[in-house]
């Protein structure tokens, strides 16, 4: 004789309505619509616990970084239907207390955090920690390199530490790598018909034997462009 399986599924209950405790910096109708759950869809513990991510990005573009959140349920019916609450704990807000670099051997820390639109708590300024303008700041610090003549230059790593006594207060190390200085060679065009040499000459910034700036370049380039633009070669 055979064996004999037989297996019992529970099914999911399902959402019957989703509610919001606790939020008092975002408003309901935000959250709801940034939260990938819908009302009768299956409510999966372990999925529900993932989409709520997108909720607390809401609060960490407000500077609310320790954010709190659990869900419970309730259910209601014999229909196996459930309701949602989502309670928040929002937690004061991060201030950055300090930013720090590793790895610039030759370009002042002040030159890079000066190309930060974070800054850290101060004098008439709050400091509160926006992590998507953070995120953009990494491409700021990368462009500051560039232009310092460092072509190659990455932001690989960074430390957010929060202070055991008090994680509203963060201290930011952000490691970078320069890599090599790059100098201009020779610089030279051609195809210049209508506009001589001089002409051209006068409108590119960049020169040999100089550091070779990534914004001087792009500048000659735009130079260039609204030269010939204002000529009607468009």
């Known amino acids: 004789g055979g064996v004999k399986l037989i297996i019992n599924l529970v099914e999911f209950p399902r959402v019957?309505?989703?509610?919001?405790?606790?939020?008092?910096k975002v408003k309901s109708n935000d959250l709801r619509e940034a939260f990938p759950v819908h009302v009768g869809q299956?409510?999966?513990?372990?999925?529900?616990?993932?989409?709520?991510?997108?909720?607390?990005?809401l609060y960490y573009e407000k500077g609310y970084y320790n954010v709190a959140m659990h869900t419970d349920s309730t259910r209601v019916d014999a229909n196996n239907?459930?309701?949602?609450?989502?309670s928040i704990t929002e937690g004061e807000k991060v201030k950055v207390q300090t930013i720090t670099f590793e790895g610039n051997d030759n370009v002042k820390t002040d030159d890079l955090r000066d190309a930060m639109d974070q800054g850290t708590r101060g004098f008439l300024r709050s400091g509160t920690f926006k992590k998507n303008v953070f995120?953009?700041?990494k491409e700021r610090i990368v462009t500051r390199l560039r232009?310092?003549?460092?072509?190659?230059?990455?932001?690989?790593?960074?430390?957010?530490?929060?202070?055991?006594?008090?994680p509203s207060?963060?201290?930011?190390?952000?490691?970078?790598?320069?890599?090599?200085?790059?100098t201009t060679g020779e610089?030279?065009?051609?195809?210049?018909?209508?506009?001589?040499?001089?002409?051209?000459?006068?409108q590119v910034w960049i020169e040999k034997d100089r550091v070779f700036k990534e914004d001087e370049y792009l500048l000659s380039l735009d130079n260039l462009?609204?030269?010939y633009a204002n000529q009607g070669y468009i």
């Open 225 to 227: 462009q609204q030269l």
């Open 16 to 24: 019957r309505s989703i509610n919001f405790l606790g939020n008092n």
């Open 81 to 86: 239907m459930e309701d949602l609450v989502v």
């Open 42 to 57: 299956f409510a999966n513990p372990a999925a529900i616990n993932r989409d709520l991510q997108p909720l607390k990005e």
């Open 187 to 202: 610089v030279t065009w051609d195809g210049n018909e209508v506009f001589n040499d001089l002409a051209v000459a006068d």
């Open 135 to 137: 995120e953009e700041d």
């Open 169 to 182: 207060k963060l201290d930011i190390v952000i490691h970078v790598t320069e890599g090599p200085l790059y």
């Open 147 to 166: 232009n310092e003549g460092y072509l190659d230059a990455t932001v690989d790593e960074v430390d957010l530490d929060f202070r055991e006594e008090d």
